[in-house]
């Protein structure tokens, strides 16, 4: 198994958020690996999730 | 009880009829696989020819199984979910010859998640497969074909594979036993990786009983029958999710009962506060790893990727390799802190399995109108920490709730208990067939 990565969006996004997005996007092409928006905006929810905290 | 076939409905009850003249191995094989051709359930994806009969007195003989579409057979790559056969790094799988050289038959491949991604049997290949105990709820995946099969009586039993709680949640979605060995403990060639580290090969069954005689023969060594039915258990209960929180009031009930009945002295109110950055750190493992092992389909679009499967997979892709190395570094620790906390005092951590109850198919496929992540969630909410600690854990059927839905408990034990997990679930299921039989006095 097993994740599906199905929550919904949040209702807006942050610039820092935009910008990951784009980066991430850009990785991926550099991978070769194409993705769609909906795909783009779930991974970037997904890298912020597991994110580790950050040190105080 | 009886299958479908008209047998019995235990390995134990079949294998005495054919010790005892009763029946013939052909006869209950011919039985079992004529039986077949009523999949009303969907959870077939190839019928196989019967072999050579067994020698009638092999431990396994007459005995049918069918096993998710994940592992080579001879003569037939996996198809994993897929409309096509793929590579699984080799042609035949050793633990289902073992089973075949103790007599077993495959009688079938069954229906999955594609490439075992998926928490529920939702594929956009297959047809979706159908609970035996109830049409209108859903079957948890991604071993969801070996849930319904063996739910169904279609067999005695299943292998499929646990990454993140794939044999456990669609056990605990039909009402039958999910048997996860630890990690390492039963070899996984010939089967189709999802994420190595976690990946686990595990069992199916309708009874403990069952799963005591299949496990004995892939592990090559018999565990001791089960026959000590006032054995005591020193017991924790962890009822409330770090994140999701308390399961449903009949639900909490159910697992305090049993885990009461069955306790020596008083049950151990457990906090899994490190859950959330177990789980984490096993997420990370399962999207780099998958990522890995699907890296040129995601390149080349060869095979095609349902969307499903994407979604575990792509996000591999793009997390730092750092999270995975601190992952993998972390493993060790942080299992040796759970173990001290949670089962140095205890033989047996139990928690729920759906702690919100199972939901409708409607509720948990993606593509509905009525489709609620959160439901979808609440599936492995409690499983996938188990893999990232690679502790031998299974899913057992405690009960039913008002609508009739099943009810079940996931235990987990220290490393090398199995055997102690199977005895457990073995007493649980004699409690509750005494229950069943004593029904409640009125006053």
Known sequence: MVRQNTLPATPSESDSTVALAQAIGTLLSAHGIACTGAELQSLTRTWLRLAPPLSP | ?443
Not at chain 2, 232 to 250: E, F, I, T
Not at chain 2, 386 to 403: E, F, K, R, T
């Open chain 2, 1 to 443: 009880m009886t299958t479908p076939a008209g047998l019995p409905d235990s390995i134990a009850a079949l294998r005495e009829r054919i010790d005892s003249g009763a029946l013939s191995v052909e006869d209950a094989l011919q039985a079992q696989h004529a039986a077949l051709h009523d999949d009303r359930w969907h959870c077939l994806t190839h019928r196989c020819d019967l072999p050579a009969m067994p020698a009638a007195a092999l431990p396994l003989a007459g005995v049918g199984l069918a096993h998710k579409d994940i592992f080579a057979l001879p003569g037939r790559l996996p198809h994993c979910g897929t409309l096509a056969p793929v590579d699984a790094g080799g042609t035949t799988t050793p633990l289902i010859e073992r089973l075949h050289a103790a007599g077993a038959t495959t009688l079938a491949t069954l229906s999955m998640a594609e490439f075992a991604c998926g928490a529920t049997g939702e594929n956009p290949n297959l047809p979706r497969p159908i609970n035996p105990i109830d049409a209108r709820a859903t079957v948890g995946g991604s071993s969801s074909g070996s849930a319904v099969a063996v739910a169904a009586g279609l067999c005695y039993g299943a292998l499929g594979t646990d990454t993140a709680g794939s044999v456990r949640i669609p056990a605990a979605t039909c009402g039958v036993l999910g048997f996860k060995p630890g990690q390492g403990v039963l070899p996984v060639q010939g089967t189709h990786p999802l994420a190595p580290s976690l990946d686990t090969v595990g069992l199916l069954t309708r009874s403990a009983e069952d799963a005591r005689v299949l496990f004995g023969i892939l592990r090559g060594a018999p565990a001791a029958p089960v026959d000590t039915p006032d054995t005591s258990w020193r017991l924790a209960l962890a009822l409330k999710h770090p994140r999701a929180g308390l399961p449903r009031p009949d639900i909490a009930d159910a697992l305090r009962d049993v885990a009461g009945a069955l306790a020596r002295g008083p049950v151990v109110d457990a906090w899994l506060s490190d859950m959330p950055a177990l789980t984490r750190a096993a997420e990370i493992m399962l999207h780099v790893e998958s990522a890995a092992v699907h890296a040129r389909a995601l390149r080349t679009g060869t095979p095609a990727l349902s969307a499903l499967t994407r979604a575990v997979v792509l996000p591999g892709s793009v997390l730092p390799a750092p999270w995975y190395a601190q992952a993998l570094e972390d493993r060790a620790r942080l299992r040796a802190a759970f173990l001290e906390r949670h089962l140095h005092d205890s033989d047996i951590l139990l928690t729920p399995m759906l702690a919100q109850g199972l939901p409708d198919w409607d509720d948990v496929d993606t593509t509905s109108p009525r489709f609620q992540p959160r439901a979808l969630l609440g599936l492995f909410a409690w499983t996938g920490f188990v893999n990232y600690l690679g502790l031998p854990c299974l899913s057992l059927p405690i009960g039913h709730d008002a609508q009739g839905r099943p009810i079940s408990v996931q235990a987990m034990a220290r490393p090398g208990g199995e055997d102690l997990l199977l005895a457990f679930a073995a007493q649980a299921e004699h409690l509750r067939a005494a229950q069943a039989a004593s029904p409640p006095v009125s006053a």
